[in-house]
C-alpha cells in the first residue's frame, strides 16, 4: 500500500529537550516536504527535499531542520523545542513539485 | 510567489443543502490547483485537481471545483450536502510549470452540516 508514515503521532516535551520526528514513503517520490498546520493559517510549508542530499528552506524554518541520506526517509529535527512550536505536523511526498503530495498521518507535538 | 485565499474560515449548510466553499488564488504562472479534505485525527486526502484541460473537474465524494482563470478562483462545490461531508477542507497552488517546491495552502475552511 502507497503510504507516508510519520512517527510518533503524539508527542509531549519539555522546552529544550532535541526531538525528532520521523518520517517515510514507500512510492520512491523525490520531493518531500514538512509541513505545520495551526489554526486559522492552514499549512505553512517548513523545509522541503527534491531529492537525496538537496534540502531547501519553506515558509517557516526557523529553529527546525532536516536532513534527506535515502531517498525514502526525511526526518524533522527539533534541537531546542520551544512552547510556540507546539502545533500539528504533516510530512508530504510527491514525485515532482507540481504534482498532488500524498500526506502522513500527523504528528501532533505539545512543548511544555 | 503564490498565495491561496479561501473566504470563509467557517461555512455552515444544512443536510442536502448546496455547499460552496470559496478559493482564489494567485500564480505568475499557469496554476495546478487541489482541493484537499482532512477529517477530524487524519491526514489531508485529496478531493480532487486541475492540471490542464477541461477547467470543470470532479472528484470524490460527488464534490466538483471549476477553474475559473480570469477570476482566478477555483471554488468547490456539491449540489447536496451529508452530514459525513462535515470536515476541514483546503485548496492548494503549485506551479504548473514544475518550478515550484510543493504546494501553497488556504488557510482552510470548516464545512459543518446542521440536520
Known amino acids: 500500500e502507497a503510504q507516508v508514515t510519520q512517527n510518533p503521532r503524539y508527542l509531549i516535551t519539555v522546552t529544550g529537550k532535541k526531538l525528532t520526528v520521523t518520517c517515510s514513503q514507500n512510492?520512491?517520490?523525490?520531493?518531500m516536504s514538512w509541513y505545520r498546520q495551526d489554526p486559522g493559517l492552514g499549512l505553512r510549508q517548513i523545509y522541503y527535499s527534491m531529492n537525496v542530499e538537496v534540502t531547501d528552506k519553506g515558509d517557516v524554518p526557523e529553529g527546525y531542520k532536516v536532513s534527506r541520506k535515502e531517498k525514502r526517509n526525511f526526518p524533522l529535527i527539533l534541537e531546542s523545542p520551544s512552547p510556540n512550536q507546539t502545533s500539528l505536523y504533516f510530512c508530504?511526498?510527491?514525485?515532482?513539485?507540481?504534482?498532488?503530495?500524498?500526506f502522513g498521518q500527523g504528528t501532533r507535538l505539545t512543548v511544555v | 510567489a503564490q498565495s491561496v485565499t479561501q473566504l470563509g474560515s467557517h461555512v455552515s449548510v444544512s443536510e442536502g443543502a448546496l455547499v460552496l466553499l470559496r478559493c482564489n488564488y494567485s500564480s505568475s504562472v499557469p496554476p495546478y490547483l487541489f482541493w484537499y479534505v482532512q477529517y477530524p485525527n487524519q491526514g489531508l486526502q485529496l478531493l480532487l485537481k486541475y492540471t490542464t484541460g477541461a477547467t470543470l473537474v470532479k472528484g470524490i465524494n460527488g464534490f466538483e471545483a471549476e477553474f475559473k482563470k480570469s477570476e482566478t478562483s477555483f471554488h468547490l462545490t456539491k449540489p447536496s450536502a451529508h452530514m459525513s461531508d462535515a470536515a476541514e477542507y483546503f485548496c492548494?497552488?503549485?506551479?504548473?510549470?514544475?518550478?515550484?517546491?510543493?504546494?501553497?495552502f488556504g488557510g482552510g475552511t470548516r464545512l459543518m452540516v446542521k440536520p
Open positions: 512510492m520512491n517520490h523525490e520531493y
Open positions: 508530504a511526498s510527491s514525485y515532482q513539485g507540481a504534482a498532488e503530495a500524498f
Open positions: 492548494a497552488v503549485s506551479r504548473g510549470d514544475n518550478a515550484g517546491n510543493m504546494l501553497t
